[in-house]
């Protein structure tokens, strides 16, 4: 059974658990589905509307997965040949990524790689927007945002949020930047399913909102550059984002090492961010999962797969912590997550 070194939840989920009190995961609305059976192109650096990279396949040819309805969990991701245990799935690059807010300046600003104890940081920015990237292309591709972000006084929105230990804002402060930057379109997030909105929450992620809008009036930007940045934009995103944000948790050692065990008993060195991918977000949960997705040194994520996997056969990952007992498990997904588990672990009562 798999477990995580002292991670609870691997995918976010919704914080606290008055909110999930009247939950159900909506089914995925027909126009937000890639289509009903997308087979993945293997063309490496496949660009999504937004620019992101949303994966590179692991070796040549495409990755052997194809995104289809399931019967009951909406869409889902499933093999498209037999893949062995402990083979390389795909990888993914994130579309949005952000550092856990107490690491700013101990992982890359770009992509979540700790600063080695040795290093000498490589620092942009002044004074009081000072950030460390790992790489000169982690810096150049964080060129176009930056530009952006460092103009705004983010003190306002940042407190806010730091004072609440609210994570997702930062991911959204990231993509509104990439957005008025043009380095990510508006609606990139939108073939995500959302989570549902209730009244309570709808005070909090308005003023988040309006220290956002405030931070980016006062630096006047364009209007027309913030056109998109409405209240329904924000509220859009944000819902994406607390349902299908990873918690990046990066492992260490090399990949060869973790590959020579089907086990996903890895013990991860506490998270380092939070980050947003597309292909990751189709996969559904098991609490005996067949698939695992790792971190090794940065935000890239890894699939792998943890059994012998037949061609057709779902590809599902575990969103908790798979030690937890069967009345622990069910009550974290049902609050965190918004569904009734009904894999064959827990049908077996185990
Ligand atoms: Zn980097
Ligand atoms: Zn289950």
Redesign the pocket.
Known sequence: MSSVAGSVLRRSARPTLHRAAALSRSPPSSSSLLSTSTSVSGQSGHVASGGAEVYTPAASGPPPIRVSMTESSGRGVFATRPIGAGDLIHTASPMVAHPSASLLHKVCYKCLRRRGSGEIPALSGSNDNVYYFCSEKCRERSKGFLEVESRLNWSAYENHCKERGLKYPFLVKRLACMVVSGTASEDCLDILQPDSIYPEMMREMEEEFELLKLAFVKATIEDALMAFLTKHWYFGVLARIRINAFRVETVGGSYEDLLTSASSSVAADSAVGNAIYMLPSFYN????PNAHIIWIDNAAAKLKALRNIEADEELRICYIDASMD?EA??SL?STGFGFE???C??MSGD
Do not use: A, E, K
């Open positions: 949960h098991d609490c005996d069967r498990r069910q997904l588990c009904n894999c672990r827990c």
